[in-house]
């Protein structure tokens, strides 16, 4: 089993920062990727950013220039550090990843989401 716990989040005020952080843990033998995505009420889940064991990263549009992604390797995390944010990332945010847990067999696991509010 594999599980992604995830920590940060919270309210804060137009303009303001906060950093999202997620550790894997469990039957890990390679992880492929990792990243972040969101979810706002009456909206689908999209993807907010990721980043694959080589290194390459995706951000969508809306939040390039303001969020950053980060992995540890090494520790199997992965953060995302927000700024300037804006009421409309306001959101459900989950981590995501794909892994393998044996050398043949690999799925995709979620976090448990954690709330982002934008709002003065």
């Known amino acids: 089993q594999v599980q992604l716990v995830e920590s940060g989040g919270g309210l804060v005020q137009p303009g303001g920062s906060l950093r999202l952080s997620c550790a894997a843990s469990?039957?890990?033998?390679?992880?492929?990727?990792m990243g972040w995505y969101r979810q706002a009420p009456g909206k689908e889940r999209e993807l907010v950013a990721n980043?694959?064991?080589?290194?390459?990263?995706n951000y969508v549009d809306s939040v390039k220039g303001r969020f950053t992604i980060s992995r540890d390797n090494a520790q199997n995390t992965v953060s995302l550090q927000m700024n300037s944010l804006k009421p409309e990332d306001t959101a459900a945010y989950y981590c995501?990843?794909?892994?393998?847990?044996?050398?043949?067999?690999?799925?995709?696991?979620w976090g448990q989401g954690t709330q982002v509010t934008v709002s003065s």
């Open positions: 995501n990843a794909y892994i393998y847990t044996s050398t043949t067999s690999w799925d995709q696991y």
């Open positions: 469990g039957s890990i033998f390679r992880i492929i990727s």
């Open positions: 980043t694959n064991a080589g290194g390459a990263i």
